[in-house]
């Protein structure tokens, strides 16, 4: 089984400034790891997301997250957000073996871009 | 083309009435989900349809009734909900669901409100 924390539930940032956004997971199987955008009144938007290969992900709208299996986390950053980017952030985890296509989800980090 | 999409946008039932959501994807994609998704918090998994059968079933209340007619569509049938049933209700699609065609992407949603 696997589990998924968003260690942060709200994050203020003022424009331009970087951001991280932290996810850590628990699984005691090897997996895949994503994170979704969820803009206001609107469905989850595929981020970015690791399967395998460079640890390091590139996504859409200028993030990144990386892998770490040893410290077992996959945090998502921007060098410089926008209003835009106001948004609930969510991290997502299954496992690659005897999968199912279960998604477990983190509870979500609320991102406030502030002018 | 990585789209989802989901009709009606916004749903207002009674408690007595029988509704219909719909879901359609034309990525070829053989496994199609339902979500249910309350304020602030993560999607909830509701079903799973793998190559157009019922895969999953979370344990979901036989009030809600899912189908799938072709490898394209998918609808949820809804019939005596309840007041609490009221949340953004998300379908999802992906390659499959083994190993590596684990990604899922998402529709907008359809929002229902249970009188």
């Known amino acids: 089984a696997q589990s998924v924390t968003q260690l942060d539930s709200q994050v203020p940032v003022f424009e331009e400034a970087p951001v991280e956004l932290r996810c850590n997971y628990s699984s005691s199987v090897s997996v895949y790891l994503f994170w979704y955008v969820q803009y206001p009144n609107q469905g989850l938007q595929l981020l970015l997301k690791?399967?395998?290969?460079?640890?390091l992900v590139k996504g859409i709208n200028g993030f990144e997250a990386e892998f770490n299996k040893s410290q077992t986390s996959f945090h998502l950053r921007k060098p410089s957000v926008h209003i835009s980017d106001t948004a609930e952030y969510f991290c997502?985890?299954?496992?690659?073996?005897?999968?199912?296509?279960?998604?477990?989800f983190g509870q979500g980090t609320t991102l406030q871009v502030k002018p | 083309d990585t789209e989802v999409t989901q009709t009606p946008k916004h749903l207002v039932m009674g408690m007595t009435n029988k509704k219909s959501l719909k879901c359609e994807q034309h990525?070829?994609?053989?496994?199609m989900y339902w979500y249910k998704q309350k304020a602030k918090k993560p999607p909830e998994l509701m079903f799973v349809y793998s190559y157009e059968k019922l895969s999953i079933n979370e344990s979901v209340p036989s009030r809600f009734s899912p189908e799938c007619p072709n490898s394209s569509l998918l609808n949820l049938h809804l019939h005596a909900l309840q007041p609490e049933d009221s949340a953004l209700y998300l379908c999802?699609?992906?390659?499959?669901?083994?190993?590596?065609?684990?990604?899922?992407?998402f529709g907008p949603g359809t929002r229902l409100l249970v009188l």
């Open positions: 690791y399967l395998s290969g460079s640890t």
């Open positions: 997502a985890v299954s496992g690659v073996s005897g999968n199912t296509g279960k998604l477990i």
């Open positions: 990525m070829g994609h053989r496994a």
């Open positions: 999802a699609s992906s390659q499959g669901t083994s190993a590596s065609q684990e990604t899922q992407y």
